[in-house]
């Protein structure tokens, strides 16, 4: 195995060659992308055998482009972000070997989708308070309980779950990481539907579910650390994803002002400015927490940008109906519908607007995002906590 680390010239010259010897054309998608992750090429800043090439982690812009320019099929990132962005960091970081090989490849091909089974009824913005319950037996567990929110979840073929193994510790304690097979029997999902009209969230109830012990991710009891890794890349995976100059909301709203003069007013002009001057200070902050970035191991920062990205597109997309007036009022289709991916561009603004709503409270809502930085990125005091220290089976429900 390689110890230098690739550089740019090296990478383009790989990247070459693959594209010589796979004509993405001629190829089926998916034998292309297992091809592509086989060789290394597909999260170049990955180790070698996991889909990488042990590359610093920028260079993986241009190596797409290069794919991208060429015509190559994509994994479609929009339909697979929670594996992509928080599955697959935790299991680098957590995972055995096998595991490692057995669920990063057809994670990043996409063969493979995954959802998140961390928030509950009784748990949402407290995880660690969270309930559901796995008991040994034998070389598995049995799992009971409820999860909530869970976007994707019927689309999801393998979820992150965390549990409650000792209720008798305190409840950050008490916790254990694992891999669920969204099949095995005793897994539903339910939807639910949103101010949308759609379901792209669902509730997953889990009765007497069988998980090996192989598919269990760190250390019994060392769920919370497990957690903590997974809820920091959600937060760059949401807030800090690199985008060019005009992307998502800002985008949609630049063009309709530059196309519809009909619509300014001075007072608009300067809510546009405003909003379009803040979106890029997020997207060059969030460019700059990238590079920061060791694989699997975000700091805090990304709570600050995941906070920016809820609180920008919920002004934006408000302003974008301010624009449109009345005719920002109508919403084009009340179908109940459980997508397979979740795009505000390619949407009305009535939808643009009420979807928005959910971006403060998936990933962390921006209450808990405000204290995680105030306490750990600007070492403010802590909240008091009166239950830091009491068995979870003795805290109040």
Same mark, same amino acid.
């Given at each position: ?7 740019? /010239? ?33 999260? #170049? ?93 034998? /070389? ?14 019927? +689309? ?5 779950? #965390? ?17 669920? /097979?969204? *099949?095995?029997?005793?897994?539903? #999902? ?7 009209? +759609? ?8 009765? /007497? ?68 001057? +803040? *979106? ?22 990304? $709570? ?12 934006? $997309? ?16 009340? *179908? ?25 409270? +998936? ?35």
């Amino acid at each position: 195995m390689s110890t230098a680390q690739p550089d740019t /010239d090296e990478l383009s010259r790989r990247v070459g060659g693959f594209l010589a010897a796979h004509d993405p054309s001629a190829m089926e998608p998916l034998e292309f992308l297992r091809a592509r992750f086989d060789a290394g090429l597909a999260w #170049v800043h990955y180790p070698e055998g996991l889909g990488g090439l042990g590359a610093p982690r920028h260079l993986q812009a241009a190596v797409d482009r290069r794919f991208a320019k060429a015509g190559a099929p994509t994994n479609r990132p929009e339909r697979i972000g929670i594996g992509l962005g928080m599955a697959a960091p935790t299991i680098l970081a957590f995972g055995t070997e096998e595991q490692k090989r057995r669920f990063l490849r057809p994670l990043w091909t996409g063969e493979e989708p995954w959802c998140q089974l961390f928030s509950e009824p009784g748990a949402g913005s407290d995880l660690a308070a969270l309930a559901t319950r796995a008991v040994r037996d034998g /070389d598995a567990w049995t799992v009971s309980g409820q999860k909530v929110w869970t976007s994707m979840a019927h +689309e999801a073929r393998w979820a992150i779950l #965390v549990t409650r193994t000792d209720p008798d510790v305190p409840k950050h304690r008490g916790m254990t990481y694992f891999v669920c /097979d969204m *099949t095995a029997p005793g897994v539903e #999902v339910r939807p639910l539907r949103q101010i949308t009209g +759609e379901a792209e969230f669902n509730e997953v109830f889990l009765t /007497d579910v069988r998980i090996p012990d192989e598919h269990r991710l760190g250390d019994v009891g060392q769920g919370w650390r497990v957690s903590t890794t997974t809820l920091m890349n959600e937060r760059v995976a949401i807030g800090g994803n690199a985008a060019p100059r005009e992307s998502g909301m800002i985008g949609v709203v630049a063009a309709l002002w530059r196309d519809r003069p009909e619509l300014r007013t001075p007072g608009l002009h300067d809510a546009v400015l405003r909003a379009w001057v +803040e *979106t890029e200070a997020a997207r060059l902050t969030g460019a700059r927490l990238r590079q920061q970035l060791t694989a699997g191991q975000p700091g805090p920062e990304g $709570s600050g940008a995941k906070l920016a990205f809820a609180k920008l597109n919920q002004e934006v $997309s408000g302003l974008e109906l301010e624009l449109l007036g009345e005719d920002g009022l109508r919403y084009d289709d009340w *179908t109940m519908r459980r997508p397979t991916e979740v795009d505000f561009t390619r949407r009305s603004p009535g939808y643009r607007y009420l979807r928005a709503k959910g971006n403060s409270i +998936e990933g962390g809502t921006s209450e808990i995002l405000r204290n995680i930085i105030a306490e750990r990125v600007l070492g403010l005091p802590g909240e008091i906590r009166v239950d830091k220290d009491v068995p979870w089976k003795d805290l109040p429900r």
